[in-house]
Protein backbone atom coordinates (compact mmCIF):
# COMPACT_ATOMS: atom_id res chain seq x y z
CA UNK A 1 0.00 0.00 0.00
CA UNK A 2 3.42 2.30 0.34
CA UNK A 3 5.97 1.38 -1.99
CA UNK A 4 9.12 2.34 -0.23
CA UNK A 5 12.33 2.58 -1.71
CA UNK A 6 15.44 2.04 0.20
CA UNK A 7 19.40 3.19 -0.69
CA UNK A 8 22.97 4.00 0.91
CA UNK A 9 23.66 0.31 1.79
CA UNK A 10 27.40 -0.07 1.02
CA UNK A 11 30.66 -1.65 2.69
CA UNK A 12 32.58 0.41 5.69
CA UNK A 13 35.06 -0.35 7.62
CA UNK A 14 35.35 -0.32 11.69
CA UNK A 15 34.66 3.03 12.98
CA UNK A 16 33.12 4.08 9.87
CA UNK A 17 30.35 6.16 9.10
CA UNK A 18 26.99 5.54 6.24
CA UNK A 19 23.52 7.05 5.77
CA UNK A 20 20.50 5.16 4.61
CA UNK A 21 17.56 6.90 2.93
CA UNK A 22 14.24 5.47 2.68
CA UNK A 23 11.70 7.45 -0.14
CA UNK A 24 7.96 6.41 0.35
CA UNK A 25 5.01 7.04 -1.49
CA UNK A 26 1.53 8.27 -0.27
CA UNK A 27 0.16 11.83 0.34
CA UNK A 28 -0.14 11.41 3.78
CA UNK A 29 3.70 10.70 4.57
CA UNK A 30 3.51 12.84 7.47
CA UNK A 31 0.90 10.56 9.34
CA UNK A 32 2.74 7.58 9.22
CA UNK A 33 5.33 6.06 11.83
CA UNK A 34 8.40 5.43 10.06
CA UNK A 35 10.76 2.67 11.52
CA UNK A 36 14.31 1.03 10.94
CA UNK A 37 14.74 -2.80 11.21
CA UNK A 38 17.80 -5.32 10.30
CA UNK A 39 18.56 -8.92 9.96
CA UNK A 40 21.71 -10.12 9.89
CA UNK A 41 22.44 -14.12 8.25
CA UNK A 42 20.99 -16.50 10.41
CA UNK A 43 19.39 -14.37 12.72
CA UNK A 44 15.87 -12.87 13.20
CA UNK A 45 14.80 -9.86 11.89
CA UNK A 46 15.38 -7.30 14.56
CA UNK A 47 14.12 -3.20 15.65
CA UNK A 48 16.53 -0.38 15.09
CA UNK A 49 14.98 2.83 15.38
CA UNK A 50 11.65 4.36 14.46
CA UNK A 51 10.19 8.08 13.89
CA UNK A 52 6.46 9.57 14.45
CA UNK A 53 4.78 11.11 11.83
CA UNK A 54 5.87 13.96 12.78
CA UNK A 55 9.74 13.41 14.81
CA UNK A 56 8.14 14.63 18.01
CA UNK A 57 9.07 11.34 19.21
CA UNK A 58 12.01 8.97 18.71
CA UNK A 59 12.96 5.16 19.60
CA UNK A 60 15.98 2.87 19.49
CA UNK A 61 16.99 -0.58 20.21
CA UNK A 62 19.53 -0.10 22.96
CA UNK A 63 22.67 -1.38 21.04
CA UNK A 64 22.49 1.27 18.42
CA UNK A 65 22.08 4.47 21.06
CA UNK A 66 24.11 7.14 20.90
CA UNK A 67 25.16 5.76 17.15
CA UNK A 68 22.35 5.87 15.29
CA UNK A 69 20.23 8.70 14.07
CA UNK A 70 16.62 8.79 12.97
CA UNK A 71 15.53 11.34 11.20
CA UNK A 72 12.95 12.54 8.27
CA UNK A 73 11.81 15.33 6.01
CA UNK A 74 8.34 14.95 5.55
CA UNK A 75 8.28 17.29 2.37
CA UNK A 76 10.19 14.68 0.65
CA UNK A 77 8.41 11.59 1.99
CA UNK A 78 12.06 10.78 2.85
CA UNK A 79 13.14 8.79 6.39
CA UNK A 80 17.02 8.65 7.25
CA UNK A 81 19.52 6.52 8.93
CA UNK A 82 22.66 8.21 9.73
CA UNK A 83 24.81 5.39 11.27
CA UNK A 84 27.99 6.09 13.20
CA UNK A 85 30.77 4.59 14.80
CA UNK A 86 29.91 1.11 12.83
CA UNK A 87 30.82 -1.93 14.35
CA UNK A 88 31.06 -5.48 12.54
CA UNK A 89 27.95 -6.64 14.63
CA UNK A 90 26.08 -3.74 12.64
CA UNK A 91 26.14 -6.31 9.66
CA UNK A 92 22.66 -6.87 8.19
CA UNK A 93 20.91 -6.23 5.67
CA UNK A 94 18.36 -3.01 6.34
CA UNK A 95 14.55 -3.01 5.95
CA UNK A 96 12.42 0.11 5.87
CA UNK A 97 8.90 0.00 7.06
CA UNK A 98 5.70 2.04 7.57
CA UNK A 99 3.30 1.79 9.73
CA UNK A 100 -0.65 3.75 8.39
CA UNK A 101 -2.16 2.96 11.84
CA UNK A 102 -5.03 5.08 12.77
CA UNK A 103 -3.98 4.89 16.48
CA UNK A 104 -0.57 5.17 17.64
CA UNK A 105 0.53 2.70 20.60
CA UNK A 106 3.62 3.13 22.04
CA UNK A 107 4.20 -0.25 22.96
CA UNK A 108 3.67 -1.39 19.39
CA UNK A 109 6.29 0.84 18.19
CA UNK A 110 9.01 -2.40 17.85
CA UNK A 111 7.02 -4.40 16.84
CA UNK A 112 7.20 -6.89 13.53
CA UNK A 113 3.56 -6.64 12.64
CA UNK A 114 2.42 -3.39 13.72
CA UNK A 115 3.97 -2.37 10.04
CA UNK A 116 2.28 -2.85 7.01
CA UNK A 117 4.64 -1.66 4.11
CA UNK A 118 8.36 -2.71 3.74
CA UNK A 119 10.85 -1.96 1.66
CA UNK A 120 13.44 -4.59 -0.03
CA UNK A 121 16.22 -4.09 2.36
CA UNK A 122 20.12 -2.57 1.16
CA UNK A 123 22.86 -4.43 2.31
CA UNK A 124 25.38 -2.62 5.18
CA UNK A 125 28.78 -4.39 5.74
CA UNK A 126 31.29 -3.52 8.31
CA UNK A 127 34.56 -5.03 8.12
CA UNK A 128 37.03 -5.60 11.06
Known amino acids: QVHLVESGGGVVQTGGSLRLSCAASGRTFRRYVMGWFRQAPGKEREFVAASTGSGGSIYYADSVKGRFTISRDNAKNTVYLQMNSLKPEDTAVYYC?????????????????????WGQGTQVTVSS
Open 97 to 117: AADRSTIFVPSRVRELDEYDS
